[in-house]
């Protein structure tokens, strides 16, 4: 079946640096994709989301790239900072109100 | 902000018990859903429901039931637990507006022994 995937499970960065958390898709009919951070003992929290006829947005420190050529979605977080240790999410609208979720990436920040 | 509350964070149970987990969200969201996180499969749909009374089967239903009686409670039930169960559920709502952000609870841990 289709699904929502990550090509890296862990990545380690240095504080200050910029992450990069990639996702892959399959679905091509999806229109709307959302990152999500999970933190420890925590449920998955809100991060940004794309719709798919953009390809770039920007929030605060946080910017989400989408390509839909080779259905490719990203996040970067720029000067990353202890506190953005986490698990994150990418997420896609499968159809209707229901959400598909790839397996995650830790990301690891390093003093 | 919303609120989603599970009413259990860690559970233990034992093969065969009827399990039941509660989630209640306090803003009149239609929409509700149920799912279990493991390690590196994610976030995997169980069951999901658009209203009260209404309910979706999700990827993994197998083994699970929802009930939706009232538009802010939305309960799992394990009807008969099993070791293979053992899990973090976690419960979201969302309600469509700009976008379709879920908001989640902080999780229960069951355990099935």
């Known amino acids: 079946g289709e699904s929502v995937g990550l090509h890296l499970p862990t990545l380690s960065v240095q504080e200050g640096d910029n992450s990069i958390i990639n996702c892959a898709y399959s679905?091509?009919?999806?229109?709307?994709f959302i990152w999500y951070k999970q933190e420890s003992g925590k449920g998955p929290q809100f991060i940004i989301d794309?719709?798919?006829?953009?390809d770039k947005r920007q929030g605060q420190r946080v910017t989400v790239l989408l390509n839909k050529t080779v259905k490719h979605l990203s996040l970067q977080i720029a000067a990353t900072q202890p506190g953005d240790s986490a698990v994150y999410f990418c997420?896609?609208?499968?159809?209707?109100?229901?959400?598909?979720f790839g397996a995650g990436t830790r990301l690891t920040v390093k003093p | 902000d919303v609120k989603v509350t599970q009413s259990s964070r860690y559970l233990v149970k034992r093969t065969g018990e009827k399990v039941f987990l509660e989630c209640v969200q306090d803003?009149?969201?239609?929409?509700m859903f149920w799912y279990r996180q493991d390690p590196g499969l994610g976030l995997r749909l169980i069951y999901f429901?658009?209203?009260?009374?209404?309910?979706e089967k999700g990827d993994i239903p197998e083994g699970y039931s929802v009930s939706r009686e009232k538009k802010e409670r939305f309960s799992l039930i394990l009807e008969s637990a099993s070791t293979n169960q053992t899990s973090m559920y976690l419960c979201?709502?969302?309600?469509?507006?700009?976008?379709?952000?879920?908001?989640f609870g902080s999780g229960t841990r069951l355990t099935v022994v």
């Open positions: 997420a896609e609208n499968h159809h209707n109100n229901d959400m598909r």
């Open positions: 679905n091509s009919a999806s229109d709307y």
């Open positions: 794309i719709r798919s006829n953009m």
């Open positions: 803003m009149d969201h239609e929409n």
């Open positions: 429901s658009y209203d009260v009374k209404m309910k």
């Open positions: 979201a709502s969302m309600v469509y507006r700009d976008n379709y952000g879920y908001t």
